[in-house]
């Protein structure tokens, strides 16, 4: 009579199994709570800092620092187009008439346009003046809200070759044109 | 002879214990996790969007943070959800609603709820930063924007913040 063949070279050691039940009650809770807290419309804000309504005091004390040459770009927006303006030149197309970029022929605004020019500024005034940074936006009272965010980013950095270059970040409203 | 197979064991239909197989689902909420980690930000949401008007969308990439609630929207302007002023008579320069290009009922309840933090802030330390975030609809003319503008900062709020939507 044969013997009994080896119990442990037919049958296979059984997998040793971790429980799972703990990691598994984590993920089931943990799972909703990301998903509710989870943002999926992206906000941001855009800073515009005024100066503190200052009295008489404090305007006599400003004074003095006016004499410092200031670039004091502005770029206004109208109904044709963007004008910019600044201490170094006021921007003009090829002909010397009309707004310094005009609407584009479907009657869009030209931010890229704006951006480019605003970088040759940039780059001709770099160092000269202390307000670098700063530029002022102007625009006519029926201009929407939008216009006026692009005009923002449009002015606040550029990409060029896929390189970002910072433009003016420091916006100013000014009533201007009404 | 051989072995002979237990005839018992031959008719035992029940398998023994049934074992689920975890191993995809426990896949499948790794990677969940992890890609809601990823996503998460610690911050919370601060501004949830109001829903009577469409924001601007901007390149920025600046977050939002905590200030005083006013809201631009096509018909009202609403401060802390509460209407305050109608963006028709802000339109078209009511008396009775502007005065030297002031919204008369916004400089108002601005005021209320900057003197309520000034007296927070002498209370209890809280600090008063004068920050109010604006959503603005994003058809809003630059005219009325301004006059919203221009009633904050006189009203002690002039650290302002326009709410638009972060485009990658």
Redesign the interface.
Known sequence: ??Y??SFRRTHEEGEA?PN?TP??NL?VV??PL??T???Y?????????????AGPAQVEQQRPQEKTRTLDLTVS?TDKGFYISSAIAVLRPGDGKGPSVPLMADGSYDFEKLSRMLLDVKRKAEGKFPDIEAITIQ????????T???T??AA??VRVDGQLFVLFPQVA?S?GI? | MAFIPSRIKKHDTNPGEAKLNLNSMMDMFTIILLFLLKTYSTEGQLISPSRYLELPTSTIQQHPEVGLDLVVSKNLILVNDEPVADMEQVRENDPKTIANGIITPLFEKLRYYATQAKKIETEYGVKFSGKITIQGDKDLNYADLVKVMRTCGASDYPNMRLVVYRKE
């Open positions: 009579m044969a009994r063949p199994e799972l990691i598994m993920m943990l799972i990301l998903l807290s989870a943002e419309i992206k906000i941001g804000v855009i800073e515009l800092n005024l100066p503190p309504a927006i625009a006519e009272p029926g201009v929407h809200y939008q006026l965010v692009s923002m980013d606040r950095s409203l009533a009404i």
